[in-house]
């Protein structure tokens, strides 16, 4: 018995059983596209994180603390807030806070401190700005992710 005899004789089960297979593949692939996705919470950051990161950021030289304090509630009243900032406190290790921006003193561009590219300056080679417009004084250029790394409410300085 050849191969083509036997193709022929089961011809009809063969066309079954692709047909199954089939049938079940676009099935998952169906319930896969309508499986409903989990909601994921947005990122918000009150008014007293953004202070507490500016703070840190404009504090002198001298101080070595490398890490923000931030409350894990969102939405509550200031007194809440406090309360919630003594108990669940978050560390975030940031770059060495000695402005707002910074820049390499070989490079054109000013990026923001968590920008992964000021991890690849070498620190004798980074200068820092504590307002945007002292870094374009001084001939540098927002980075081309500079405006999409931007913190919430962030709102680029007027020409």
């Known amino acids: 018995?050849?191969?083509?005899?036997?193709?022929?004789?089961?011809?009809?089960?063969?066309?079954?059983?692709?047909?199954?297979?089939?049938?079940?593949?676009?099935?998952?692939?169906?319930?896969?596209?309508?499986?409903?996705?989990?909601?994921?919470?947005?990122?918000?950051i009150n008014e007293s994180q953004v202070a507490n990161i500016s703070q840190t950021f404009l504090k002198p030289d001298n101080q070595t603390d490398n890490t923000v304090n931030s409350a894990n509630s969102v939405n509550q009243s200031s007194a809440e807030n406090q309360s919630s900032n003594q108990q669940n406190q978050v560390n975030i290790n940031l770059p060495q806070k000695q402005g707002q921006f910074v820049a390499s003193k070989s490079g054109k561009n000013y990026y923001w401190p968590w920008d992964s590219t000021v991890q690849r300056i070498k620190p004798e080679n980074l200068i820092w700005f504590a307002t945007e417009a002292q870094a374009q004084a001084a001939g540098y250029k927002p980075n081309a992710k500079f405006l999409q790394q931007a913190p919430v409410g962030y709102k680029a300085p007027q020409p």
């Open 1 to 44: 018995m050849s191969i083509k005899d036997f193709l022929k004789d089961n011809q009809n089960d063969i066309i079954l059983v692709i047909g199954v297979i089939l049938i079940s593949l676009i099935s998952f692939g169906a319930g896969r596209l309508t499986m409903p996705q989990p909601l994921k919470q947005p990122l918000t």
